[in-house]
């Protein structure tokens, strides 16, 4: 305000909310969300699930559960954020007895943080490695050993001597001059040059978490600059972020487009394409529960709620915005990207499949082994392959990293949220300290154990904890701050809307939402194993550790929750009901969009600050 002399670089002349800033236009927001919900997942992971679970009839379970499962806790979020103006934590003033469930998003969020920095590191680490005439994983090089060859090698076949069939090894069939009948070779096991790169080269793996091994110097060096590309991305908070995501937000979609042209052009690419969504289409698997587990728990992770960043991001919008078209513009074009994806991923697959005569199914994968074995290895197939495994890995870079800007943004406005002078004066230190601090963390996952180290939290932070935080946030916001309530409050931000209009969020938010998550976080834990990398089994006390991230994650919920209830004054009863009600200070930020609803509001600052007038030339 006019008290300040020094201008913060975080608020412009436009912004109505001088205290926190808001995004400089309705473009940096869409596309910060599109570039949090939009990430690795859509290209390494939904490609895969829906070949898996039949095809294109997998979209019919897909798109219900966005309607039914994403979309309701995406317009929930955004709109709790706008409304209050504030981060994960501090909106809990809406329902003080959870304020633990924004806790446990922070922290979930800041455990995923650190190591999909390094995941990022990955990329960039190829990325580099792809500036040579002769990608280096196109065949097996000095470091490969005996098992590494580019062809499948045949150990014994059936074949036809003297008008007898005889099953014989290789080596005699050859030097015989026989040939093998088809269908009966078997195969050596063999390693293909793609895979050993990627664990004696990139990760130099070791045999288990047991051996941490050495820090990987070229990984830490690619983990620090993928922080320095951060840190100098939020330098300005939302100011400076919303300017980089139009590009890492975009650019993604123009290389997705050249590699589905590339890949289209290629002989077998149809073969890839009709796995993935053609003729291979199966629509009996829709009896199966386990494809609208997938497809529920796919559209859940794929659309980032319940992490506490489309509050946070949200928080910075205009008091009118309409969130309600936002959130469902920025879920589909999520879905659609995922969609779009799997076209680029599988034609150039099924042009692999082609050249190394294995069939499709042998060579699709997800996760890691889709991103750096896989695909890498069907682009060094390809005439000018360095280019391709450039832009490639390009987009992985760009795919990470605006997800990577929103989750560092969480914890800014987390800070924000609760040191608001601090935060003032150093937001530039803050910002870089935190990401100092996670780039240290992050180093155990750059030894040569590291693989098995994000593995670890992956599985154990990034699975059941932010379920749980979900079903909480949706219970404790309909059930009891109240769903009409919350209904009002959105029609405050964007005007009055039919009964008809009500009608379905009602049904989600009161009935459909809350089963379907329920259900899926009762089966991921019923169904919940140990985690395992590959065939390498994790030692007990790999587990364990993962055991107490998780409990560390969580805890906060119940002690946050008998905290307040101890502080809380009356006999127990009273207690609680006191703590399920919103604080005095909870309703619209500033004062101009209280409205008769809010009229009532306690304004901490004016609390805090009784010696200083608050001077406001607008208001």
Known sequence: GLLSNEKDAHIGD?????????????????????????????????????????????????????????????????????????????????????????????????FVAIYYNVIIAYALYYLFASFQKVL????????????????????????????????????????????????????????????????????????????????????????????????AALFKGIKSSGKVVYFTALFPYVILLILLVRGATLEGALDGIEYYIGRQSNITKLMEAEVWKDAATQIFYSLSVAWGGLVALSSYNKFHNNCYSDAILVCVTNCVTSVFAGFAIFSILGHMAFVSERPVSEVVDSGFDLAFVAYPEALSKLPVSPLWSFLFFFMLLLLGLDSQFATIETLTTTIQDIYPQVMKKLRLPITLGVCILLFLLGLICVSQAGIYWVNLIDHFCAGWGILIAAVLEIIGIIYIYGGNRFIEDIEMMIGKK???????????????????????????????????????????????????????????????????????????????????????????????????????????????EHEIPTVRPEM
């Open 14 to 110: 436009s912004d109505e909310n001088l205290e926190r800033g808001n995004w400089s236009n309705k473009g940096d927001y869409l596309l910060s969300m599109v570039g949090y919900a939009v990430g690795l997942g859509n290209v390494w992971r939904f490609p895969y699930l829906t070949y898996q679970n039949g095809g294109g009839a997998f979209l019919i379970p897909y798109t219900l559960m966005l309607a039914l499962a994403g979309l309701p806790l995406f317009f929930m979020e955004c709109s709790l954020g706008q409304f209050a103006s504030l981060g994960p934590i501090s909106i809990w003033r809406i329902l003080p007895l959870f304020q633990g469930v924004g806790i446990t998003m922070v922290i979930i969020s800041t």
């Open 136 to 231: 280096p994983w196109s065949d097996c090089f000095s470091w490969a050993d005996e098992f590494c060859s580019k062809t499948r090698l045949v150990s014994d076949c059936n074949a036809t001597l003297d008008g007898n069939i005889i099953h014989a090894n290789y080596s005699f069939i050859t030097s015989n001059n026989l040939t093998c009948i088809n269908g009966t070779m078997n195969y050596k096991p063999v390693q293909f040059p793609s895979e050993q790169y990627w664990n004696k080269v990139t990760l130099q793996r070791s045999s288990g978490l047991d051996e941490t091994g050495n820090i990987v110097w070229y990984l830490a060096l690619c983990l620090l600059l993928s922080w320095m590309i951060v840190g």
């Open 498 to 608: 039919s009964r008809w209009f009500w009608m379905w969020w009602r049904m989600c938010w009161f009935f459909v939402t809350p089963v379907l998550l329920m259900a899926i976080l009762v089966w991921s834990l019923v169904t919940f194993s140990p985690p395992t990398y590959g065939s390498v089994v994790y030692p007990a006390w790999g587990t364990a550790v993962g055991w107490c991230m998780i409990i560390f994650c969580v805890i906060w919920i119940p002690i946050v929750a008998i905290a307040k209830v101890v502080k809380a004054e009356g006999n127990l009863c009273q207690r609680i009901v006191s703590c399920c009600r919103p604080t005095a200070n909870w309703g619209p930020y500033l004062e101009c969009h209280r409205g008769e609803r809010y009229s009532h509001v306690v304004d901490p600052k004016k609390e805090k």
